[in-house]
């Protein structure tokens, strides 16, 4: 249904988001069609269950001191309904946060976000946890690139590193 979002999983993150406990909701729909595509119940409009602001202020007030991030994989697609969530978890005095699999997204979303991951999933590449990935994590606050929080840490010579 145009002008409402929906979702099919919702749970509680915390490698999604740096240093955030995040509440995150994936949104049906999505109309990329990336090769690979890990959710494809995901791409199906009709998948799941409506995201109303009913909803999610009743979530919000149950984790109440529990979360400090919200985040949406998907919903760009329906940037109003997806603005009013957004306003909602700012309004609750927490951060946000999109996956897009889009390079950008409509510029009415950005003052609402404070992290922004871009760009599709492209197999050869991998993900955010990958040194050559092509998608990108973004502080939209500082326009930090955040990746290298995402890489492995790796052994050598019995240190352990986080790789650059
Ligand atoms: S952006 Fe994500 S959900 Fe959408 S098609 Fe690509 S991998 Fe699948």
Redesign the pocket.
Known sequence: MAGQLRFTVEQVVWQEVPGEVSLAFTISG?P???KG???SA??NPSAGVPLTLEYLEARLNQYRGLISCVLFL?GEWQPEPLKKLLSLARAHNLKTCLYT?YEQVAPELMPHLTFLKTG??IAELGGLDSAITNQRFIDLSTQENLNYKFHKPHRHQGVTHVAP
């Open positions: 999505c990329l069609r990336c595509c890990h959710s995901a791409r998907g699999g599709p999933w």
